[in-house]
């Protein structure tokens, strides 16, 4: 199983995208949980992931997210805005596979 958290400002704008990505994932046969919390969350839920996704709008949080995801040795990226954009499950979840080498 691969364990996919997005951070957002809020966590609610990457709801969708997130249900887009568990289509995407359910229709591959790949086994996997993603959820999406607020940014002040994030930090806590990392110990439970396996890589760490931010939204565009957050970017400026990267440097910050990092400390822990090198604490809890997950990799984390921002997310791709045009994805993000267009509510893309697939290109999203196709960078979390790629992060983790699991491919």
Same mark, same amino acid.
């Given at each position: 199983m691969i364990k996919i958290l997005l951070a957002c400002s809020s966590g609610m704008s990457t709801s969708l995208l997130v249900q $887009? @990505? !568990?289509a995407e994932a359910k229709e591959r046969g790949i086994d996997a949980e993603i959820? %999406?919390?607020a940014q002040d969350k994030a930090? !806590? /839920?990392m110990k439970k992931a396996d890589v760490l996704l931010i939204g565009p709008q957050m970017r400026f @949080? $990267? $440097?910050k997210f990092s400390v822990t995801a090198d604490e809890v040795g997950i990799? *984390? +990226?921002v997310?791709?805005?045009v994805a993000y954009g267009?509510? +893309?499950g697939k290109a999203v979840l /196709? $960078? %979390? *596979?790629e992060l983790t080498g699991k491919n």
């Open positions: $887009k @990505m !568990e959820w %999406a919390v930090p !806590e /839920d @949080m $990267k $440097k990799p *984390l +990226d997310i791709d805005p267009r509510v +893309d /196709d $960078k %979390a *596979l």
